[in-house]
């Protein structure tokens, strides 16, 4: 929309990459050479527990901290001044100017990102109508509820049209009914052909949108690729099984890292590399099977057991 | 540069539009004339409470004539009271005395000896050290003119020559003009000039200098600090928050100046002072436009440094008491730059960046100082806005990443050093 499309790589081509990025604070090592290339027109999932130095890698994407070593790409270019006009970003720490009316605080995020007074107006109530808000328009920001003040936030962020969005924990704090608004925002917006970095440390919620991930711990990505590539990678499974008559699996199963009944069905947790098929004999030897399924793993999962593979290299 | 523009647009309406923006135009003449016309008026009308004072004339010569030189010298609020002592010895007489200014049936009491006009001695009794205004301005000049007088009497010299020897001299002051004219001077006037200028510029660049720490604090206490710096670098987002702030107050300034000029225009007299456009020379319309926009980028920068540093105003205050002091201070030594401008100490002093607004500025009302000083304070001062500007773009985009912990002067030269 503001920016020239003849800039950007063809979808599925890295539009943002970093390369070697590094942070420290004093002694402490928050980000340690991370690279990362995201595609265009993906929404792509950067995942870690609190702390695993997401929020530092994002505030070196948008200049807010100055990276020690490390290159950051924006469509092949280094990042610059106007190139930041064409990310838009939520931080985690997010808010509004209290005093300000709706419309004019959604025209000023718009201004400041380059967009023209006049076409910033005309965005901004475009957004407040998709939103629901245009009865609010004049309104100041605090005489409205919290979830519309998160509404308002949001637009600003896409309101300008950007190449790039960065969500930093975008759901947190949002009642169910507004998360799910959102998630459908995202998904009409990634259908438009915006890019959208998508940080979080909730799993779940990254695994129902993201089409591809990258897992960060201690400030080093352990895991990255789209998420069937991860699955391969990591063909951590797990399988239910249950049984006519009470019988029970047998103890001495191959591969079986942990077994659990609940409401009569076994579930059984199979260590990395073990393929579901291999207990179907063995299961259906025991007795009378009536349930046998083979389960994908969660994105939790493959993260436990990526942290412990990692960890295990690093040991050795 | 835009984006600048953007933030100053924004800052600037935010301020025009408020509602205590419309109150502080209106109040604020009102506001400065009572700081500085105030106590004129109360100066002129000083001492003319009604004083009834009691007396003691041992002498019983000097009681008459004194009444006669009060009401002549225009001190017909001072009421003599002569206290009747019969055939009373002078203590017990002066112990009725004590207890009438106890009582409150006088205010205080003169004791004159027997033989006034050869051994002039007077004792004078009063409650309080405020009384002294009373003897020293009124009472003694007027008994000394009524010894005068009798003495004068005593060896029979003639009205005339009395009038002759009691001659005084009649003083008129000129200023030198830079074109080496003369004019005539009116010390008090351009002293008030000088003084409300001051005024000015120490009300403004207080007001909007913490104007200034209340909207970067606000950034962060509205937690759009990071979002800001999503879109404008840090450097760009103080200019913008400063040039805004600065446009409004120079706005309030010139819909007074306006209104001043108005007034002059028909000639406003209140008490002796004389409300007139004609003391503003060039010089000091000049210099005390730059030192109003350079004292006001300084403490506005310093102050959005303070900010930048702080999370909420309680954290500021530490910060902030040495910024008021750098106002306070040149304000305390004004006196002594007044007395002596052009002396060694006045010349350091007033070229200090913080003190220059008030000091320099002075010094240019009452005296023509070098130019190479004026324009010394104003490159130290530029210098310094330039360093704190600096300074207060990269306190910013480190304070985001320290929420919580309260800043100290040590992580304030730590984050400055960084």
Redesign the interface.
């Known amino acids: 929309m503001t920016t020239n499309h003849a800039t950007l790589p063809a979808v599925g081509e890295p539009l943002l990459t970093l390369r070697g990025v590094s942070k420290a ?1 004093g002694t402490k090592q928050a980000v340690a050479g991370v690279d990362l290339a995201i595609p265009r027109g993906s929404i792509y999932g950067f995942l870690g527990p609190n702390g695993a130095g997401k929020t530092t890698t994002i ?1 070196s994407i ?1 200049n ?2 100055l990276p020690d070593s490390g290159e950051i790409l924006l469509a092949g270019e280094p990042l610059g ?1 106007t190139a ?2 064409r ?5 985690e ?8 009316k709706c419309v004019e605080q959604l025209a ?2 718009a ?4 967009v023209p007074r006049r076409e910033a107006m005309e965005r901004a109530d475009v957004w407040l109508e998709r939103l629901g808000l245009t009865e609010n328009r004049d309104k100041k920001v605090d005489t409205l509820s919290k979830g519309m003040q998160q509404k308002i936030q949001f637009a ?1 962020t896409f309101i300008s049209g950007p190449d790039l969005v960065i969500l930093d924990e975008v759901f947190s704090g949002l009642d169910p009914l507004n998360i799910e608004l959102l998630r459908e925002m995202i998904l009409e917006e990634k259908e438009k052909g915006t890019t959208i970095l998508f940080s979080t440390h909730m799993l779940a919620e990254a695994e129902k949108i993201c089409d591809a991930i990258c897992l960060i711990e201690g400030g080093e990505v352990i895991l990255d690729g789209t998420l069937q590539q991860v699955r391969e990678r990591f063909p951590v499974h797990t399988v239910r099984a249950a049984w006519r008559d009470e019988t029970e699996p047998p103890t001495d199963l191959p591969g079986v890292t942990r077994r659990e009944k609940s409401e009569g069905v076994w579930e059984l947790a199979l260590a990395e590399g073990v393929v579901p098929d291999s207990l179907l004999e063995l299961l259906a030897a025991a007795g009378p099977l009536t349930l046998f399924s083979a389960n994908r793993p969660s994105l939790g999962e493959i993260f436990l057991a990526a942290v412990a593979r990692h960890r295990g290299e690093v040991a050795a | 540069m835009r984006k600048v523009l953007t933030v100053i647009r924004k800052e600037y309406l935010e301020r025009v539009r408020s509602k205590s923006f419309v109150i502080g135009t209106l109040l604020g003449p009102v506001l400065m004339s009572m700081f500085i016309l105030v106590p004129v008026l109360v100066a002129d009308k000083g001492g003319d409470e009604h004083r009834t004072v009691g007396i003691i004339d041992l002498s019983g010569e000097v009681l008459e004539s004194l009444s006669f030189v009060l009401a002549d010298q225009g001190r017909g609020n001072v009421e003599l009271e002569p206290l009747d002592c019969g055939a009373r010895d002078r203590d017990a007489c002066v112990e009725e005395l004590r207890g009438q200014i106890l009582d409150g049936t006088v205010h205080s009491g003169v004791v004159l000896g027997e033989n006034f006009y050869d051994e002039p001695r007077a004792t004078f009794y009063n409650q309080s050290v405020s009384s002294l205004v009373l003897r020293e301005d009124v009472l003694e000049p007027a008994l000394n003119r009524v010894l005068r007088e009798a003495r004068f009497a005593r060896v029979d010299v003639p009205e005339s020559v009395y009038t002759y020897l009691s001659g005084r001299a009649y003083w008129d002051s000129r200023s030198v003009t830079a074109e080496g004219g003369e004019q005539v001077q009116n010390e008090a006037g351009s002293f008030v000039v000088a003084v409300s200028l001051i005024m000015i510029i120490y009300m403004m660049v207080i007001m909007y200098g913490s104007h200034t720490l209340t909207a970067v604090i606000e950034e962060k206490s509205s937690r759009m600090a990071e979002v800001m710096l999503a879109s404008v670098s840090p450097g760009h987002l103080m200019l913008g928050k400063v040039l805004g702030i600065g446009l409004s107050g120079l706005t309030q300034f010139g819909i007074w100046a306006l209104a001043f000029f108005v007034v002059s225009q028909r000639g406003v007299t209140i008490g002796d002072f004389s409300l007139d456009a004609a003391m503003l020379t060039p010089t000091i319309l000049v210099s005390f436009v730059v030192f109003f926009l350079l004292g006001f980028f300084l403490y506005a920068t310093l102050y959005a440094g303070v900010g930048a540093l702080c999370n909420s105003i309680q954290d500021s205050q530490q910060f902030n008491t040495p910024l008021v002091m750098g106002l306070v201070i040149p304000m305390m030594l004004l006196s002594l730059v007044l007395r002596s401008p052009d002396s060694t100490l006045a010349v350091v002093l007033s070229l200090v960046p913080l003190f220059a607004p008030v000091l320099m500025f002075m010094r240019v009302c009452v005296e023509t100082p070098p130019m190479w000083q004026i324009g010394l304070s104003w490159a130290l001062m530029i210098v310094s806005i330039w360093l704190a500007a600096r300074g207060a773009g990269k306190l910013f985009r480190l304070g985001i990443l320290m929420h919580g912990a309260a800043p100290t002067w040590a992580s304030l030269v730590r984050m400055l050093r960084s």
């Open positions: 604070y505030r948008m807010i901290i001044a930041r006009d990310i838009g970003y939520l931080p720490e997010r808010g509004l100017y209290r005093k300000m000023y995020l201004e400041l990102k380059g600003a």
